[in-house]
């Protein structure tokens, strides 16, 4: 089996061993190999959104963050129905979009998004 080396903080490497101690994994590789199989299947289920389609997009980030999400919320106004803004505690900021539009342009929200690195949570809800 091919090894693959990945960096993370200590607050990830802590969040990992809690998830890994919670649900019983039998190490650290189990609970990675556990989120790539999540986000692979997330991944193709949104390939499958084709047309016309209605979603929620949800996500939570540090306030420091917040240009990031201003400037690329701009770039999508053309599908984004409603946007609230939320403060949560510990400088936390959530963020939730109604997108209404062609599948492929909430997809290119999404990514851009995900690839970012400055969001902690992106979930897209399609209805």
């Not at 200590?10 to 189990?30: A, C, N, P, T, Y």
Request: charged residues 30%; hydrophobic residues 40%.
């Amino acid at each position: 089996m091919p090894v693959v080396s990945i960096s993370v903080n200590e607050k990830m490497l802590q969040d990992i061993d809690k998830v890994q101690e919670e649900l019983g994994f039998s190490g650290r590789s189990e609970v990675i190999r556990a989120a790539a199989r999540m986000l692979i299947a997330d991944a193709r289920e949104k390939e499958k959104f084709t047309g016309e389609i209605n979603s929620i997009l949800l996500l939570i980030h540090n306030q420091e963050v917040e240009s990031v999400v201003t400037r690329t919320k701009h770039d999508f106004e053309d599908i984004t129905t409603t946007q609230v803004h939320s403060h949560l505690k510990g400088g936390k900021c959530l963020e939730i979009f109604i997108l209404e539009g062609e599948a492929e342009r909430i997809k290119e929200l999404v990514k851009c998004f995900l690839t970012s690195g400055k969001m902690e949570y992106v979930k897209l809800i399609v209805a």
